[in-house]
């Protein structure tokens, strides 16, 4: 069915649901070995390089490849090291790769790539998407991008996924010969269409519901995050002051002057550490804008349920109409109003050639709608039954990886209020031998 056009099997796979994870963690270590491709591969993005080049008007521009290595696990089991396979690829590889998956597998919450410009951070951190520090973490964000998928229990069977990652050249090819961007086109002017469902699939409305909520709260979360961030450099900056006050109020005291040196020199050190512990909260933040973009991924999962329950239900009333009409060819009786009701009591009824003619069309007609309204259903179920499920795992992982996330914040908030009292702890001291 759907998820058919881009899946094979690969050499070594296993497909048991009891040996499959969607884990979705932030290295291979992390990730459950129920994964079938990385109980094959292990995959990471190792570096990340700037280049310059010519784009498709022929333009120069500056833009950032990303290193992919590749090893086969049974060797790193076995103890042999072999060097990895490599290949570079462009930001803009990862995203077609991700609408491909989004296309072909319409039922599945794919995982989010890393943001494409900084958003939420604070005011010192660079929003350039060329900056050393964005780039890195969008190194890391692209690599737990590749071990959600790979981690998949579908995703990682699909054959354009594994020519990404293990062919330089061709896979975009592939990924045309799939019919990609003819699905990609109608997928765009269907979600983008205006319609109302009349019987809509209770469980979805209330997760897309849900995911409002999740993007809601969590925008709301980072933007106080940022907020903080911004309050807590001022007053870490701010002790810089206290360290400078007491450097050249030492220079009058003979007494006090060591003692005022000492704990100056403690809050210089005080004031510097603030740029490391909030780039290093900003990794945490990333953690949450990925499940800021996730909620984007289960939205879209939700409309294409509806999508396909509208397509349903137009079939299913347009053969409801054709039987109409037939019944009241057959009969001459006409139920509701119509203008070949109205032209037949003007001008008479229509030849017998004529009714028979419609007659036929309308039988061909009825019977390819009630094939129509059967494939319809039949896509619709299994939209269902496979979204469900996937949303289910989505959920699990979910809830782990904000737990998780949330918990690693607030250590480190612990860390830092601990550091912040040992450095006054130190000035105590320096105090009390003045």
Known sequence: MMAQDGREELPGTDDDPENTAADGSL?????????????????????????????????????????????????????????????????????????????????????????KRAEF?????????????????????????????????????????????????????????????????SRLRALSATFRVRNPDKRFMEMKHYSDE??????????????????????????????????EWSAIEKEMGDGLQSAGHHMDAYAASIDDILEEEEHYADQLKEYLSYAEALRAVCRKHELSQF??????????????????????????????????????????????????????LIAEGEESVKEKTVEREEHVERAWVDMQRFKEQKDKDLREALISYAVMQISMCKKGIQVWGNAKECFLKM
């Open 27 to 115: 290295s291979n270590a992390m990730v459950e070995e129920g994964s079938t491709l990385l109980r094959r591969m292990e995959i990471c993005v190792a570096e990340a390089e700037k280049r310059s080049g010519k784009n498709a008007v022929n333009m120069q521009e500056t833009f950032t490849v990303y290193l992919i290595e590749t090893r086969p696990m049974d060797a790193v089991a076995e103890g042999r090291n072999p060097a990895p396979d490599s290949l570079w690829r462009r930001y803009s590889e990862f995203e077609l790769l991700r609408n491909y998956l989004i296309v072909t597998y319409p039922y599945i919450v794919v995982p989010p790539l890393p943001e």
């Open 121 to 185: 951070v604070w005011h010192k951190l660079s929003a350039d998407n060329m900056d050393p520090d964005f780039v890195e973490r969008r190194r890391v964000g692209l690599e737990n991008f590749l071990l959600r998928v790979a981690s998949h229990p579908v995703l990682s069977n699909d054959k354009i996924l594994y020519h990404f990652l293990t062919e330089e050249h061709g896979w975009k090819e592939a990924v045309c010969e799939t019919g990609f961007q003819a699905k990609v086109d």
């Open 214 to 247: 999740l993007q809601s709260h969590t925008s709301q979360l980072l933007r106080a995050r940022a907020r903080v961030a911004d309050r807590l450099y001022g007053v870490y900056k701010v002790h810089g002051n206290y360290g400078r006050v007491f450097s």
């Open 311 to 364: 397509e349903l239900e137009m079939a299913s009333q347009d053969l409801i109409s054709k039987k109409q009409q037939r019944e009241e060819l057959t009969t001459g009786i006409v139920r509701t109003f119509s203008f070949k009701g109205m032209t037949n009591k003007l001008f008479g009824q229509e030849a017998p050639e004529q009714r028979e003619a419609r007659l036929k069309l309308l039988e061909e």
